[in-house]
């Protein structure tokens, strides 16, 4: 055995932390080490994470949306115009899963086509007039609709209506950084591609939810289907509410893979969610990360005691494993739409949540008085 493998008279009457210390710099000449007294534990008890909860205001980000449509050019080579929601506890990113970000484009602006690994959608808040086009499929986009934009389609934006168009756009972009899986290619055959001969094809063979065309093509694992419109998604909800309420929800409905069941894209979860007037929702906790976009109406979320007042148009971004509850005291029921990441976190298994039982809960609950 060589020298460096033989333990030191030295070594061997070390307390542990020195011992540690003491082999780290030969350890590193062989790229290994062992864990230092001053390192960060390998293990936590439960998640922990530097993303903070964050309420980002419609009344702040209305003006920061026009100054930005104002100052800032939709770029060449596939490049957008986005306001994004940063977290501050982190150097990229709303989560540290996914970026949201509020897209504004202009009357008769073309936002060029392009593809990337990161799945996509937006979610339209304000506007008509403009269309989309993923993979040859073209929707037109008015308030309240979800298009998906997935791994690697071919997606462009033509805007030909009058006023500014507003949307929600979400990229799971953080997780394929992280995973170092990131490509990007512009489209080099001009701003837009050509149009599929059917339009709105996935939506006509797939779109009904119920009903689907049986000799349709579509990839086994992969979801077909790419727009949901306002109109079903809030039918949908209006059925649902006369379900027996969620505790912590209310009335929830996931958009969903209309084949094979399961969330709408593999990476990222979208929800609509009705909080009827009255209601106070159970504390829960989970693990992955969630944005909240608040559509109509008024209410409260407490977020790890901090009580969040949120209004149309206000975002709160919740980190993992952070408690949370809703309550909505005004005389109104509340719609919003919510994306997290807990397709990925099921899929690896990482998933679990925890309610706090109803008289548990009456110390988070006094937060909301
Ligand atoms: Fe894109």
Redesign the pocket.
């Known amino acids: 055995m060589s020298a460096l493998g033989t333990t030191t008279p030295a070594e061997a009457t070390m307390t542990d932390g020195d011992a540690r210390r003491a082999l780290k710099a030969d350890l590193a000449r062989f790229n290994c080490r062992v864990h230092q007294p001053d390192d960060p534990p390998l293990f936590t008890r439960e998640p922990t994470s530097d993303m903070q909860n964050v309420h980002w205001r419609w009344t702040d980000l209305e003006p920061l949306l026009e100054r930005v449509g104002a100052a800032i050019a939709i770029g060449s080579g596939g490049q957008r115009r986005t306001l994004r929601l940063a977290n501050p506890g982190l150097a990229f990113g709303t989560t540290h899963t996914f970026w949201g970000s509020i897209q504004y484009i202009l009357p008769g602006e073309v936002a060029a086509a392009?593809r990337?690994t990161a799945n996509?959608f937006r979610f339209i808040l304000h506007g008509t007039g403009c269309s989309t086009t993923v993979d040859g499929e073209c929707y037109e986009m008015n308030e309240g609709d979800l298009v998906l934009?997935p791994s690697m389609a071919w997606?462009d934006h033509v805007h030909r209506g009058s006023e500014p168009m507003i949307w929600l756009d979400v990229l799971d972009i953080s997780l394929s950084r992280s995973l170092q899986a990131t490509f990007f290619d512009p489209y080099d055959q001009g701003d837009m591609q050509p149009l599929d001969s059917v339009p709105e094809r996935s939506y006509r063979a797939f779109g009904s939810g119920v009903m689907g065309s049986p000799r349709a093509p579509y990839r086994r694992g992969s979801n077909p289907l790419l727009a949901y419109p306002r109109q079903q998604a809030e039918t949908a909800l209006e059925l649902a509410c006369g379900l027996p309420a969620d505790p912590c929800d209310d009335v929830i409905l996931e958009y969903r893979n209309p084949v094979e069941g399961g969330p709408a894209m593999k990476t990222l979860g979208m929800k609509l969610q009705k909080i009827r007037a009255g209601f106070r929702g159970q504390p829960r906790r989970h693990t992955g990360s969630k944005l909240l976009c608040v559509l109509r109406g008024h209410g409260s979320t407490l977020v790890d005691g901090q009580r969040y007042d949120w209004a149309p148009g206000d975002f709160i971004a919740i980190k993992p494993w952070a408690w949370h509850a809703h309550l909505n005291a005004s005389g109104e029921d509340a719609l919003l739409f919510q994306v997290d990441d807990s397709p990925a976190l099921q899929a690896l298994g990482y998933y679990r949540e925890e309610l706090l039982s109803p008289h548990d809960g009456q110390a988070a609950d006094e937060g909301m008085q």
């Open positions: 392009h990337h996509a934009t997606h």
